[in-house]
T-cell receptor
Framework: ETGVTQSPTHLIKTRGQQVTLRCSSQSGHNTVSWYQQALGQGPQFIFQYYREEENGRGNFPPRFSGLQFPNYSSELNVNALELDDSALYLC?????????????FGSGTRLTVV | DQQVKQNSPSLSVQEGRISILNCDYTNSMFDYFLWYKKYPAEGPTFLISISSIKDKNEDGRFTVFLNKSAKHLSLHIVPSQPGDSAVYFCAASAGQGGSEKLVFGKGTKLTVNP
């Protein structure tokens, strides 16, 4: 059983640029959630995808968008990057209908915006 | 407005002693609570959870206590081991269906000294 894999592990972008982060969900999981963890903070919910559609969104602007593919993998896209977007981005997969301890997190992508 | 609060950024204990990590929440809709452990350069890993219908849940050295009237939960680790040194996040959700968003606290860094 493979876990959640995220790519890339580290990324440096310039303010105003666009970035795409990728996540492969754990085998058997059909739901992907994205979280942003800023320095010194806990992870904050960005949005969730289920059956290739957005299924809930946190308090993030529309320049944060995502996709889920038929194989349940997912992408997080951020347009017009701002310095405050610098953070660890975590992907978590789960099986809808299972208990919450079914959330499996990836190791994250560390994004630095300069 | 932080709905899940971990007021102690750090905690240091001696090996073999008890570690007590605390968490408070404000949202009465939360009915499922989880503790995650995070090592540097890794994603959070699930540790233990508790439903609001219970006041205690135990798993080996880890016990979580829930006081609903005080909106307070705590994680007890007995005995503490050096390998327990990590950042511990308290998280809460409204429901446990495997697709509810998690609301995290800022975390408590636990250091267990040999």
């Amino acid at each position: 059983e493979t876990g959640v894999t995220q790519s890339p592990t580290h990324l440096i972008k310039t303010r105003g640029q666009q970035v795409t982060l990728r996540c492969s969900s754990q085998s058997g999981h059909n739901t992907v959630s994205w979280y942003q963890q800023a320095l010194g903070q806990g992870p904050q919910f960005i949005f969730q995808y289920y059956r290739e559609e957005e299924n809930g969104r946190g308090n993030f602007p529309p320049r944060f968008s995502g996709l889920q593919f038929p194989n349940y993998s997912s992408e997080l896209n951020v347009n017009a990057l701002e310095l405050d977007d610098s953070a660890l981005y975590l992907c978590a997969s789960s099986l809808a209908g299972a208990n919450n301890y079914g959330y499996t997190f990836g190791s994250g992508t560390r994004l630095t915006v300069v | 407005d932080q709905q899940v609060k971990q007021n102690s950024p750090s905690l240091s204990v001696q090996e073999g002693r008890i570690s007590i990590l605390n968490c408070d929440y404000t949202n009465s809709m939360f009915d499922y609570f989880l503790w995650y452990k995070k090592y540097p350069a890794e994603g959070p890993t699930f540790l233990i959870s508790i439903s609001s219908i219970k006041d205690k849940n135990e798993d080996g050295r880890f016990t979580v206590f829930l006081n609903k009237s005080a909106k307070h939960l705590s994680l007890h680790i007995v005995p503490s081991q050096p390998g327990d040194s990590a950042v511990y996040f308290c998280a809460a959700s409204a429901g446990q269906g495997g697709s509810e968003k998690l609301v995290f606290g800022k975390g408590t860094k636990l250091t267990v000294n040999p």
